[in-house]
């Protein structure tokens, strides 16, 4: 059972365009919401992360849109570069205590 | 970077061998997760640890056992391995009350 359901699996975005890739989940128990951005060969490093409590997060040019109603949040990544070309994982968790639910992954390619 | 390594980074061995994958991380940290996370696809926690002398089975079904004899050091062992076990395996760690996992580079094993 997926709890958290991520989209698109694959991004192509030309340099300096916005890359956004989205995620639904069901248990309304999360209450942690972070993205991971994984490189070939590398473990996932944390990129941002959101808490319920607010609507939007921006790092930079990362930017993390929730939306608590419709149960869904989602990542933005502004003027696109080709070093952004990774594998992104949302997740969720309801409570520290518990544990991370990774979403599938999309794998974004920015073109130069 | 964070400093979480595994061992080996490869390894392709036959069926029915014993094996161990190695996971130290030298930052003191508490809790420490194994995943297995097959190509394209999302990670699965198949063993988490909240201390030593303490290890639980994750989300996932996994035939291999971990053990948590000290601090840094998080091993899992597959008594017999199989082809079905082909699979990356990452680890990682936590601090309690922290939200960040630190993730390891993985061990990407094939098993003939």
């Known amino acids: 059972q997926q709890q958290v359901k991520q989209s698109p699996q694959s991004l192509i975005v030309q340099k300096g365009g916005i890359s956004i890739i989205n995620c639904a989940y069901e248990?309304?128990?999360?209450?942690?919401f972070p993205w991971y951005q994984q490189f070939p060969g590398k473990g996932p490093a944390l990129l941002i992360a959101?808490?319920?409590?607010?609507s939007e997060k921006k790092e930079g040019r990362f930017t993390i849109s929730f939306n608590k109603s419709a149960k869904q949040f989602s990542l933005h990544i502004m003027d696109s570069q080709p070093g952004d070309s990774a594998t992104y994982f949302c997740?969720?968790?309801?409570?520290?205590?518990?544990?991370?639910?990774f979403g599938s992954g999309t794998q974004l390619t920015v073109l130069p | 970077e964070a400093d979480i390594y595994q061992t080996p980074r490869y390894l392709v061995i036959g069926t029915g061998k014993k094996i161990t994958l190695e996971c130290s991380q030298t930052?003191?940290?508490?809790?420490m997760y194994w995943y297995q996370q097959d190509p394209g696809m999302e990670l699965h926690l198949i063993h988490y640890?909240?201390?030593?002398?303490?290890?639980e089975k994750g989300d996932l079904s996994s035939e291999s056992t971990v053990s948590r004899i000290r601090t840094e050091h998080f091993p899992l062992t597959l008594e017999s391995a199989r082809p079905s076990h082909t699979s990356q395996y990452l680890c990682?760690?936590?601090?309690?009350?922290?939200?960040?996992?630190?993730f390891g580079p993985g061990t990407r094993l094939t098993v003939l």
């Open positions: 990682a760690s936590s601090e309690p009350g922290v939200d960040e996992q630190f």
């Open positions: 248990n309304t128990a999360f209450d942690y």
């Open positions: 959101i808490r319920p409590d607010v």
């Open positions: 997740a969720a968790r309801p409570g520290s205590a518990r544990q991370l639910t």
């Open positions: 930052m003191g940290h508490d809790k």
């Open positions: 640890s909240y201390g030593v002398n303490s290890t």
